[in-house]
């Protein structure tokens, strides 16, 4: 019985990954990642926008025609900060997608490839067995490709499974997700 509950588990764990989408827990992970490892480039990043701010307001204040050797120096540092901020936020971005695809490979291995390692791991194992008689010729089918006759493959039992949890997703969201939004609609 714990591989029927195993299964079930494992497929419910890979349809909450896929409902929630590779991008969102992408976006989750990275975003945990900063805080927990503190990067100095976000906090430079950070400090360096103030400043470009700060020197931008500062520019806007200064008078081109009157104070040119002010204003022009304002502009130099001003266009240097730029494109100090531009390269970070390059660095930043390349490092963040290196990230975002090592997570979205874990994150397909662990929808696809688990499911696959577990159906071609216990193939020849019965989930449960059936009562004799009870599905007539489907019995065969039920324990298709090498499990036992009589019984439920792992296959099976994980689009029986899927299936499952699909259609309660949809009552769910026909239920409650959907009321909701039209109580939102009445009322403006």
Known sequence: MYLAITVLLLVLLTESILFLGYSYITTITYDLYVKITRDNRVAKQKKMKTD?????????????????????KLRRKLDKAVADLEKLNSDISYSRAAFELKVKSVLWFLVHGSQVVMVLWFRKSAVFYLPPGWFGPAQRFLS???????SVSVGIWFAACRRMIKALALTVNDFVLVPSTEKKIKTT
């Not at 931008?56 to 050797?69: C, R, V």
Request: glycine residues 8%.
């Open 144 to 150: 298709w490709p090498s499990a036992p006759e009589g």
């Open 52 to 72: 470009v701010l700060r020197l931008k307001a500062e520019l806007g204040q200064t008078s081109s025609q009157d104070e040119f050797s002010k204003w022009a």
